[in-house]
């Protein structure tokens, strides 16, 4: 069955760090583009980050220099690491994975809220 699975998200006071991770199931062939979106209450879905199998990464401006992406791709996996996080990122982050034959996947989502 098709999945990705997401793990990480939690609570945490502003400054802090959270990792997170999603896992594409292994009949999701020939993954180029995995990324983590995310969206707040009101607002629209955003692109936070995405990387390329290559590893070429693009980025939010508002997470550049405390968010880091990245991936495992022998192991179909992808990271979020945030760090210095604020009140404004909460939202729930969703993991997608983009593939060469042009099909989009994406997971369950992931609630990461930030409140002292």
């Known amino acids: 069955q098709v999945q990705l699975v997401e793990s990480g998200g939690g609570l945490v006071q502003p400054g802090g760090s959270l990792r997170l991770s999603c896992t594409a199931s292994?009949?999701?062939?020939?993954?180029?583009?995995m990324g983590w979106y995310r969206q707040a209450p009101g607002k629209e879905r955003e692109l936070v980050a995405d990387?390329?199998?290559?590893?070429?990464?693009i980025y939010l401006d508002s997470v550049k220099g405390r968010f880091t992406i990245s991936r495992d791709s022998a192991q179909n996996t992808v990271y979020l690491q945030m760090d210095s996080l604020k009140p404004e990122d909460t939202a729930v982050y969703y993991c997608?994975?983009?593939?060469?034959?042009?099909?989009?996947?994406w997971g369950q989502g992931t609630q990461v809220t930030i409140s002292s």
């Open positions: 997608k994975v983009h593939t060469w034959r042009q099909m989009d996947y």
């Open positions: 990387i390329t199998y290559g590893g070429s990464t």
């Open positions: 292994r009949d999701i062939f020939s993954i180029n583009v």
